[in-house]
């Protein structure tokens, strides 16, 4: 049953339990990052899956140790690998994704295989032209060599001081980064920066009219996925079906790690709870 024909066709109260959330992280954070999340969302009476991407390792420290497996791993290849996860699951179950697991996010809710979706500062997807400067700048540690495509590339703090952490202060910067950051497979970045004449990898189904609801969010200072490509996201969908964007202010691309992080995920559940879901 699509989620169109569960808003037609309310379930009874009795089957009404809170659905699985499924977390997707995205480039150069390890999913143990997501912890706070899902213990946030328990406590809201969800259930929670949190996949690491294929290729990463159980601990920060194990991925930095040994990242030859993380390297030359593409878009879809990723997007089938968190696909594969929710088909174990009884029923489609919500996706909250940030970054390029935002992107993943889209990718799976328009797949028609989740309930609904947050795509928090969505790497772009196929369609979205857009190139801020601070997006390019951002990208350069992986796009400045064409060698990176098939390899697993580290950010220096300095990298992801500017692309991740510029809008809290360094020494929390520094913090995230020791704690936090992993190396990163390239072909992801070289495949959304090719998109607009090449490939298909980080195409959406935006024209699915049985998805569930879909809310991105944009950072303001977000240097790496500015608001406006999240906000040009968001006009490639069919406005029949629940689509929207929340901008906020203040907050750069580290702002599900950061001390902030728990402003995002209240609204994310206020927003869940405003969609039945």
Not at 66 to 76: D, F, L, Q, S, Y
Not at 191 to 207: D, I, L, M, R, Y
Not at 223 to 231: E, R, S, T, Y
């Amino acid at each position: 049953m699509s989620y169109l024909d569960q808003r037609k066709f309310p379930l009874k109260p009795a089957d009404m339990a809170k659905k699985t959330i499924v977390f997707i992280h995205g480039l150069w954070i390890h999913a143990s990052s997501w912890q706070p999340w899902m213990d946030f969302f328990k406590q809201q009476g969800y259930d929670t899956l949190n996949p690491s991407w294929p290729g990463d390792s159980a601990t920060v420290a194990e991925c930095r140790a040994n990242p030859a497996p993380i390297a030359n791993r593409g878009v879809t290849e990723i997007a089938d690998h968190y696909a594969k996860a929710i088909g174990s699951l009884a029923e489609p179950p919500l996706v909250i994704g940030h970054s390029f697991g935002g992107l993943i996010a889209q990718i799976i809710l328009g797949r028609g295989i989740a309930a609904g979706g947050i795509a928090i500062d969505p790497a772009p997807m196929k369609g979205v032209w857009q190139l801020p400067f601070s997006a390019l700048r951002a990208s350069f540690a992986v796009l400045g060599n064409a060698f990176n495509f098939k390899k697993a590339i580290s950010l220096s703090f300095g990298q992801f001081r500017y692309g991740f952490a510029n809008a809290v202060p360094e020494t929390e910067a520094k913090e995230l980064y020791e704690r936090w950051t992993i190396p990163a497979p390239g072909r992801p970045f070289f495949q959304a920066a090719t998109a607009s004449f090449a490939g298909s990898q980080t195409k959406v189904n935006t024209a699915n009219t049985t998805r569930g609801p879909l809310l991105i969010t944009g950072g303001e200072r977000d240097h790496i996925a500015p608001p406006i490509l999240g906000k040009a996201s968001l006009k490639k969908y069919n406005p029949s079906v629940i689509s929207e964007f929340k901008l906020f202010e203040g907050r750069g691309h580290s702002l599900i790690v950061d001390h902030g992080w728990k402003e995002i995920a209240e609204y994310v559940s206020m927003w869940f709870g405003k969609q039945g879901l």
